[in-house]
């Protein structure tokens, strides 16, 4: 791997349309797209990968049975991240960066869970790869078959942890927990939902009506980077919009920065020796590619599936803070420097 390799990731459309956005909104331009169009890209883009996930589980097992504990393999290293995430993220935010408790957990459990939008890019990187060489062990595609495994586990860890913190604090809590109401909007909210029907359809339509689902895919494939752009564009515009509001953080600002750069970079360390563990225990499996799009998912902050259900279940966890430095800090910093670094990391291990 040359620097020649590099250098057509970091300058990815999908990742110069999320800085063009950046700057959009810092040069003051009367740019707006419509939270329709946003809305309507965001379904169209996790239902993409939900259906390639599906078809690409289905086309993986049939072509090996032991595909299949690959993927079983990944779920658990996958909850135990996402729960590792929650909790010590959330110990380290409150002892050393300062913040209050409520906030602490409830940022956290946006680390533990996945950001749809840097999952998206992630593969909108990969994908080119994987389409010059298919004849290489590159991404298979099923990866995002364990992102409800990756997602849900640190929501719930963060919201139980961190309600049963606040009553040892304060007595008894406020605000009941009513857990079938947490596991719904952990779960069926609507962008892990998308994910979970497009995995459905992907999969059974690639085993009872694989020649009507390749047209179907035909019409995603050919539309996805496009789309993809736009809605980074958006993100890029979001992001810089909320900058501002980081001066909550007081002076606790430095070390904040520090942990939602950093932060990251540790989880995304754990997923990569995950997969690269999967990857000795059943060789020939695991390509680069999923290896790097499973570190995107882990090093990611949420911001569309999680805050519903911290907003709900800790209710005393200033939003601007959860929000800002997953949006404001993260998401940009993972966009622009660690899914590069993730990628030359990956491709440097498996030797590409």
Known sequence: MNFSDILP?????????????????LVKSDLEIPPEIVKGASIFLLLSIGLTGGLEAVNAVRA??????????????????????????????????GLKTADAWGTAGLYGAVSSATL???????????????????????????????????????VFLGRMALEQSKGKSRVALDKKELFRDSVFG??????????????????????????????????????????LLEMGMTAARR???????????????VAAFGMPQIWAGFAI???????????????????FVFAAMAGSASYISAPPAIRAALPEANPTIYLGMSLALTFPFNMIVSLPLWMIICRAIWGA
């Open 9 to 25: 990731s970091l300058f990815a459309p999908p990742i110069l349309f999320f800085l063009l956005g950046m700057v959009t909104v």
């Open 64 to 97: 090996d049975p032991d595909f299949l504990s690959v993927i079983l393999v990944l779920m658990v290293f996958s909850i135990l991240i996402s729960s590792m995430t929650a909790i010590f993220g959330a110990k380290f935010l409150e002892k050393i960066v």
């Open 120 to 158: 998206l890019a992630a593969i909108g990187i990969v994908e080119p790869f994987k389409a010059a060489a298919p004849e290489e062990l590159i991404y298979g595609g099923w990866m995002p078959a364990v992102n409800v495994f990756l997602d849900a586990p640190g929501v719930i860890a963060a």
């Open 190 to 231: 609507y962008a892990i939902w998308l994910m979970i029907c497009g995995l459905i359809v992907g999969g059974f339509a690639q085993l009872f009506s694989p020649n009507r689902l390749e047209s179907a895919m035909a019409f995603f494939d050919e539309l996805f980077i496009g789309i993809l752009c736009i809605f």
């Open 243 to 257: 900058l501002g509001e980081l001066k909550e953080l007081g002076s606790s600002l430095i070390l904040a920065v």
């Open 273 to 291: 020796a995950a997969a690269y563990v999967a990857h000795l225990m059943f060789p020939g499996m695991l390509g680069w590619g999923d290896a």
